[in-house]
């Protein structure tokens, strides 16, 4: 359902109609692009997509909106490198009328009642991708009218997601729930009605916004589960690394097959159990990434830690490379930057506050490109 040949992406890049994207994003069936998967998993990166549609003779202000939706990616990732574990607790404030940190049954059944809301989720397990609003829904009914701490929940739509970006998540989680933002998101049955094309009535949701404040917990919401993730990671094969030349590190999060490209170098695909123990992932997500390594020739796959793999195989740290990301902070060696859109970097109390900023340098394409 997802592509994972990298020719083959690069053409979804150069399909994406961003003129129409910002007219109707917010419908189940508009024009978004499901590029996600490949962004996350750092086979393409958000200043490769910006560029690509920028050089298509797009004027930067008739697709802002998509520009800006490119951007999300890079502020949340910014305020995870900047807070570090601090975005796994509630970020801003106490998530307001937090009940339980479990998780309503009814949203992992599927059989919360709302129609729209149900096929999505069935729909989740098979493919992996969840559209934009209907996350929102979906954190919204799990926290804002269930009542979980919205930790749980995000840790099971990560889990599936074939996007999964604990920055992105955690912090839309959060944002959601009230925790990252100064008022919880709700939506009604016609406003799910309306993005989604269904007709339903006489659901827990279907009351005006005013009945929200005074809400109890919904029957259906009532039963909650407590779940357990674990990930499946593959067998570690023999790897051979031939110690006179440098050694590329990739991850779950980095699986660039354009990253010094045609160089004569060792390529490892590393898998941290204790990274997978703490932010666990599907079988279906760990296969799709072992898939998209095969972008990258001569690629192997190091099932263990990075202390591991470097005395196994007496890597100095002068001959190891990797990208930058804020579950790397115990490599070491040469650690490269990340292709950021824009050359604004800190963390804004606002999105629209770094936007403003970064928006800038989009008068500028000569500077903007120069690094890629
Ligand atoms: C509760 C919740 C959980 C989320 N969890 C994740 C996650 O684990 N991983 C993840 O990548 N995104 C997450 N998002 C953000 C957003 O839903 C997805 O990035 C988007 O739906 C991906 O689909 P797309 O590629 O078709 O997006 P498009 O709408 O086509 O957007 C293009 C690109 O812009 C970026 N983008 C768009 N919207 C957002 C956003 N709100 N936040 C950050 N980046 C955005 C993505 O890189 C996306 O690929 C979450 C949002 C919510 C509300």
Redesign the pocket.
């Known amino acids: 359902m997802f592509e994972t040949d990298y020719e083959r992406i690069l053409k979804l890049v150069d399909n994406v109609d961003p003129v129409a994207?910002g007219r109707n994003?917010n419908f189940i069936d508009g024009d978004?692009?499901?590029?996600?998967p490949y962004?996350?998993r750092g086979v393409i990166s958000?200043k490769q997509v910006m560029k690509r549609t920028l050089e298509r003779g797009f004027n930067p202000d008739d697709i802002q909106k998509w520009l800006q939706?490119?951007a999300?990616?890079d502020y949340?990732q910014l305020i995870w490198i900047e807070k570090g574990n601090e975005i796994n607790y509630d970020l801003r404030r106490e998530q307001p009328d937090a009940k339980n940190y479990k998780m309503p049954r009814a949203v992992v059944d599927a059989s919360t009642g709302i129609e729209a809301i149900d096929d999505a989720i069935r729909e989740f397990y098979k493919s992996g991708y969840i559209?934009?609003h209907v996350?929102?829904y979906i954190?919204a009914i799990c926290c804002n009218m269930g009542g979980s701490h919205w930790k749980t929940p995000a840790r099971w739509?990560?889990y599936h997601?074939k996007?999964?970006?604990w920055a992105?998540?955690a912090l839309?989680?959060q944002w959601?729930a009230g925790a990252n933002s100064n008022k919880k998101y709700v939506a009604n049955q016609d406003n799910i009605n309306k993005y989604c094309h269904s007709n339903q009535k006489g659901t827990f949701l279907d009351i005006p916004y005013e009945a929200f404040d005074s809400m109890e917990v919904p029957e259906v919401l009532s039963g909650l589960i407590e779940l357990e993730f674990k990930t499946p990671l593959p067998e570690s094969g023999e790897i051979s690394i031939d110690p006179d030349k440098p050694t590329l590190i990739y991850n779950y999060y980095n699986l660039d097959p354009i990253w010094k490209q045609g160089l004569d170098v060792n390529r490892i695909l590393l898998l941290e159990p204790s990274v997978f123990d703490k932010y666990p992932v599907s079988k279906q997500n760990i296969s799709f990434a072992l898939e998209l390594g095969k972008n990258i020739p001569g690629l192997q796959v190091f099932v263990g830690e990075f202390g591991e793999l470097t005395q196994n195989h007496s890597l100095r740290e002068a001959d190891v490379y990797f990208k930058e990301h804020p579950l790397n902070s115990n490599y070491e060696g040469t650690e490269e930057p990340r292709n950021w859109m824009f050359s604004v970097k800190g963390c804004y109390p606002s999105f629209f506050k770094f936007w403003n900023n970064a928006r800038k340098e989009l008068k500028r394409p000569a500077d903007l490109f120069s690094q890629v």
């Open positions: 994207y994003r978004v692009s499901r590029l996600s962004i996350s958000t939706e490119l999300w990616r949340w559209h934009n996350r929102m954190a739509m990560y997601l996007d999964g970006d992105s998540n839309s989680w959601v």
